[in-house]
């Protein structure tokens, strides 16, 4: 039986003395990072029909990062979800009704959400 540890294959890899501490410094979480600030804020799930000649989309609200944090966001969201839609001003817009999917993907990404 192998008895490897995780951390030595990866000091192994990086070429690091076996008594290095392998721990990383904890990041700063400033405004323009949305993953730094998965569940601290409360994100809102809303369908909007009006204005879009009869389709449906589903608008997240809440977003206090900037734009390039929130297309990343978007970008996975609207992967997972093989859906269209887009970012900007602070709410991601995915096209169609995908309210309980959409909190599905967010739980899983680490934020709090709601659908009103």
Known sequence: MNNTDWKDILGKAFNLPDDADTTAPEPVADKGDAVQQQGKQMLDIILERKGRGGKQATIITGFTCDDEALKQ????????????????????????????????????????????
Do not use: N, P, T, Y
Request: proline residues 0%; aromatic residues 4%; positive net charge.
């Open 73 to 116: 966001v978007a970008s996975q969201l609207k992967r997972s979800l093989s859906v269209g839609g887009s970012a900007r001003g602070g709410e991601i817009l995915i096209q169609g009704d995908f309210r309980q999917r959409v909190l599905d993907q967010l739980k899983l990404m680490g934020f709090k959400a709601r659908i009103i």
